[in-house]
């Protein structure tokens, strides 16, 4: 499983084709391929945000997000997965986050999909930091 975490803009769908290639020698041992990709929203808990800063902490991160996949892996028959994580700063509408996985049947596709993403929103070590139009604000719980 590719884990990557960037500081640069993240195009989701051209990481999915690429990682699609790399995946070339198992071209036609996968039908489903699940995609989920996070954007930035320009509101949260009411009040309007012009940006964010992400923050993580550098090998921790890594390692939750490679024992996740690890973990996807032993629950779901899947081939490979997907996840790339943006930090620093995004503004709205900006791509933060795409996971994907492959697997021969959509079910454990979509399954271990959703499983990475939910504990990488849940328990992942990233930190949020919201600019508002009166000032900053740290995130203290995801949103569902």
Excluded at 97 to 105: E, L, N
Aim: net charge negative; hydrophobic share 40%.
């Amino acid at each position: 499983m590719k884990i990557e975490i960037r500081h640069q803009a993240i195009d989701p769908w051209a990481e999915v084709t690429r990682y699609e290639q790399v995946l070339a020698r198992e071209r036609g041992s996968y039908g489903a391929c699940a995609v989920f990709v996070g954007t930035m929203r320009d509101f949260n808990e009411g009040t309007s945000v012009r940006a964010m800063t992400l923050e993580h902490y550098p090998g921790m991160t890594e390692n939750h997000l490679e024992q996740i996949g690890q973990e996807a892996k032993a629950r779901w028959p899947i081939l490979d997965g997907l996840i790339i994580h943006r930090v620093g700063e995004v503004q709205p509408g900006d791509p933060i986050v795409v996971t994907a996985v492959w697997s021969a049947h959509r079910l454990a596709a979509f399954e271990a999909c959703r499983f990475l993403i939910e504990d990488l929103k849940s328990r992942a070590p990233f930190w949020k930091q919201e600019t508002l139009p009166e000032g900053a604000r740290w995130v203290e719980k995801n949103t569902g």
